[in-house]
């Protein structure tokens, strides 16, 4: 049976939603280790901090409730006074960091700040949340952009974190299904083991599809035809987007999705072949779930194969 909006929206506003009564305490935390940081860099300007801005799904509102034991993830760009010509010394910066939370954090150890598997940021828990601390180095020109160290270390590249949330905020507008399409496929990324495909990456083959096919019927319609895509393309097409600056390079990368802001910077750099397969895969086993889901009448049957894709959770009203 087709799932109607009302059905999905259920199951996304119980279980996948991250509204505004679930945030309200840690966005109390978030700005107030915000303000606290802030504060440390007023009183000491030899830090070399300029400012720090919240990023991510958070700020997105793409986030998704958090399961079990899992930590709220938390991006937080810290603008860092440095010469441009510097801006691959990784060690350096993170030592900034470093010095800037030990003014704040004057208990802590060094070791308490580790280089984040995620990003090359740094990893502090506090109170429930995992916030990432991304150093990045501001730009004269083009005007809103930094340089940001790649993960893994290996250089820098030009994005612009203010252009990509109102790229996001763009497709939210033009398609009223677009974020709970992007908590879909989050979701499904997450039950199926594949976390090689970063929640932006994922964000961007939406809007790709919205911008090639045109926005989704249904809910039900914009996550097949994500999953779709997947399983069909095997994540080997070129996906860049208009207004974006510099040229997409020539470059033999398993899979190549291109920032909207800075067409030079492959946001899917790191994910190599095997993942490309096994993402691929996995796409076409739910794709198949949820087309034979759509060619029965039994609500039960149906609820059953959705659980296959999404989890346990997952059930109709």
Known sequence: MYLTDKQLNDYIDEVLFFGPDDKRDYQKQIDNLKETLTKAIHANSDLGVIKINQAGSWRKSTALRPFGEQDIDIDLLVYLNVEEADRNDIASMHALIIKLLRKVYPTKQPSDFTPSKKTVGIEFHTSGLLVD????????????????PEVGGGGSFQTSPDKQLDFIRDHKAADPRFTQVVRLAKRWRNYADQDALSSFAIELIVSHLNSIQGIPDSIEQGFSRFLLYLAQSGLKDVI???GAIRKVPNESAPVRIYDPTNNENNVTSRLDESERVALSKSAHEALRRIQYAMSI?????????????????????
Request: no cysteine; hydrophobic share 40%; aromatic share 12%.
């Open 133 to 148: 601390l991304v150093p990045v180095i501001p730009l004269k020109v083009p005007e809103g952009y930094v340089w940001q």
């Open 240 to 242: 860049s987007f208009p």
């Open 297 to 317: 009448d039994r609500k039960g049957d149906t609820e059953s194969l959705w659980r296959q894709v999404l989890g346990p959770q997952f059930s109709l009203s």
